[in-house]
């Protein structure tokens, strides 16, 4: 299970362990008896079969002798190939930035006043000023320096939030982490792993935020001639324009293969996705299903990310025209993704739920732990904080069709906790499926927005939906 402890604060989250509960599991239906199977673009899984929606070029992580579609010797059996992602990819044994002495003795306490969190943060900055400081001018020095004792209001309003849920977060972190310490999933020495990181591939290039844009240019298809959504169990070829222009299903017990660009990607079982940007969302409304639960992972607009350019941002005005009223079902619970940005948590309180006729009813909280059980920021960070926000509602409307829905499901509390050890991959987050399953009905719709993996028994879409499911994050684990 993904859930390794559940407690009144909240959630003990083993993120790897949901990955690999998906199922990707790959059997070949062409092995011959006491042969091999033969390399193929398309890779059978019993009498379904993948598509290539592009050249079957071989990935950047093939491997000589294994891979969906390679030589496997059979034995008269179903060849199957077992794939399970990259465990050095959650071996978070340290934390990122380590807490100073003082500031560790102030992370053993439940509660710190905002004069003691000021001084803490004024602390930091001038000692990260101080390190920067090598080969700069004494007067690029001094500015930095000045600098850093001043807090602007943006500083002043977090500063704040923080004083509100600090004791909420560090007494249930200890609470969860004590459990998980206890039952061994959490170690406070951590035996190194036979993999060195630095030979993971950690930043793959899939261009698919690129293909999206690309898909732009390519002519227009009329509604009446293009269907709204593509099987994966037809034995087709099918050329990037489709791939791009309607919502890929699995809807068999078995993961599967698609190759872009001549990159393997793997299609966990019963999940389907649309690849596109914001401005091509019609697929998806073509789609016709509502959705009971819908997540939401905008690409905030901050300073960093224009800065570094690493990917695509939206402003709040466009994440305003997301049509999640079209997509949610009567009763549906909307939960947000929120940086610890203020003015994006008052923006999706105050003006995006409304606009959407979301109640705001809960606000919790994803706290990143290394494996021994700290966090993996100083608690006090003036800038990041080891924890991110979720801003939970429901959509507004039928009092009588609302009740109905919310029977035999709890009420969302008002503030929980989900503990876990991130991916050290960006922004790859946390499942959810596990943690709503005891507020909500089992086998609803669910959707992903802005999603960059995919789930059993969820759509997603973004422009990056694939990103995570790209198979050099994999590594296979047996044949059978």
């Known amino acids: 299970m993904s859930v390794v402890h ?3 604060a909240g959630w003990l989250v083993d993120h790897l362990s949901f990955i690999n509960q998906c199922g990707y599991e790959i059997c070949d239906s062409f092995a011959h008896p006491g042969g091999v199977t033969h390399n193929t673009s398309v890779t059978s899984i019993e009498d379904c079969h993948s598509i ?31 794939y399970v992602f990259r465990e050095q990819f959650f071996d978070i044994s340290k934390p990122h930035i380590a807490a100073a002495p003082e500031e560790q003795l102030c992370q053993g306490c439940p509660e710190v006043s905002l004069t003691e969190m000021k001084a803490n943060s004024t602390r930091e900055e001038y000692q990260e000023g101080a390190k920067g400081d090598t080969g700069d001018s004494l007067a690029t020095a001094r500015k930095k320096r000045k600098r850093k004792c001043v807090f602007n209001q943006g500083e002043l309003d977090a500063l704040e939030y923080h004083s509100k849920v600090r ?55 009329k509604e009446s001639d293009h269907q709204a959504v593509r099987v994966l169990e037809e034995e087709t070829s099918s050329v990037e324009q489709d791939l791009l222009s309607c919502v890929m299903e699995n809807s068999s017990d078995c993961a599967k293969t698609i190759v872009l660009m001549g990159q393997k990607y793997l299609v966990p079982p019963k999940s389907s996705f649309l690849l596109s940007d914001i401005s091509c969302l019609q697929p ?12 939401i992972d905008p690409p905030w607009e901050n300073k960093s990310v224009k800065r570094s350019n690493r990917y695509s941002y939206l402003s709040s005005w466009q994440i ?13 619970l909307v939960v947000t993704w929120v940086t610890n940005r203020q003015r994006h948590l008052r ?40 924890y991110e926000v979720l801003i939970l509602g429901r959509v507004q409307g039928d009092v009588k069709e609302a009740l109905r829905n919310s029977e035999s499901v709890l009420p969302i509390p008002e503030h929980q906790l989900i503990v876990s050890i991130p991916c050290s991959l960006h922004s790859h987050k946390p499942p959810l499926a596990a943690v709503l399953a005891e507020f ?13 993996n995919l789930q059993p028994g969820w759509t997603s879409w973004g422009n990056e939906v694939l990103k995570f499911q790209h198979i050099d994050y994999f590594t296979l684990l047996q044949n059978e």
């Open 6 to 8: 559940r407690l009144a």
């Open 52 to 82: 290539s929606a592009f050249a079957a070029t071989p990935s950047s992580g093939d491997d000589p002798s294994y891979g969906p579609g390679n030589a496997i010797e059979t034995e008269g059996k179903r060849a199957k190939m077992r």
């Open 167 to 221: 004791k909420l977060i560090w007494e249930g972190t200890l609470h969860l982490v004590q459990e998980g310490l206890k039952s061994g999933f959490l170690h406070r020495t951590t035996a190194k792993l036979s993999c060195r990181k630095d030979n993971l591939p950690q930043h793959i290039v899939c261009g698919l935020a690129e293909l999206c844009e690309m898909a732009k240019q390519f002519p227009a298809i």
């Open 284 to 295: 998806l409304l073509n789609y016709k299903k509502k959705y009971d639960v819908i997540v």
């Open 320 to 332: 305003k025209q997301i049509p999640v009223p079209a997509l949610a079902a009567p009763n549906c």
């Open 347 to 386: 923006f999706v309180k105050d003006e995006l739920y409304p606009h959407w006729s979301v109640k705001t009813l809960a606000e919790w909280h994803w706290v990143k732990i290394t494996t021994a059980g700290e966090f993996v920021l100083p608690l006090d960070s003036l800038h990041k904080k080891p």
């Open 440 to 452: 909500i009905k089992p086998d609803v719709e669910c959707l992903e927005l802005f999603a960059r």
